[in-house]
């Protein structure tokens, strides 16, 4: 008998005993977090683990200071939108990034960071 691994993500919500979170709470924990980003004020220091790796997947994806909060602010929108289809976890902004940059390339249009 085999037992399958929980994805990492999921796991991820249960580290150090915190309990799994539902996505509506997700959600509402995403929406907070770009919130203080769009605010420029992250004013906590306490952040689940999957928060983190979005904060790091944001940081990693050097945005331009004339384009951060726009592309922010769609990345957000797209966030939302996923999950109420359904998604358990919000998407990294580079998946979003990707995805976008994707299209973009495959209507023949500039190939843009967001």
Same mark, same amino acid.
């Given at each position: 008998?085999?037992?399958?691994?929980?994805?990492?993500?999921?796991?991820?919500?249960?580290?150090?005993?915190?309990?799994?979170?539902?996505a509506e709470t997700? $959600? *509402?924990?995403?929406?907070?977090?770009?919130?203080?980003?769009?605010?420029?004020?992250?004013?906590?220091? =306490?952040?689940?683990?999957?928060?983190?790796?979005?904060?790091?997947?944001?940081?990693?994806? #050097?945005?331009? #200071? *004339?384009?951060?909060?726009? =592309?922010?602010?769609?990345?957000?929108?797209?966030?939302?939108?996923?999950?109420?289809?359904?998604?358990?976890?919000?998407?990294?902004?580079?998946?979003? $990034?990707?995805?976008?940059?994707?299209?973009?390339?495959?209507? *023949? *249009?500039?190939? =843009?960071?967001?």
């Amino acid at each position: 008998m085999m037992h399958k691994k929980a994805p990492p993500e999921r796991m991820a919500r249960q580290i150090d005993g915190l309990p799994e979170l539902d996505a509506e709470t997700i $959600l *509402g924990q995403f929406n907070r977090l770009m919130n203080e980003l769009l605010r420029g004020n992250l004013i906590r220091n =306490t952040f689940r683990p999957w928060e983190i790796a979005l904060l790091l997947d944001i940081q990693m994806c #050097d945005l331009r #200071d *004339g384009q951060k909060r726009e =592309t922010l602010r769609r990345y957000q929108r797209a966030v939302q939108r996923q999950m109420e289809k359904g998604s358990r976890d919000p998407m990294k902004l580079s998946d979003y $990034l990707a995805a976008n940059k994707a299209k973009r390339l495959a209507l *023949g *249009g500039p190939a =843009t960071l967001s």
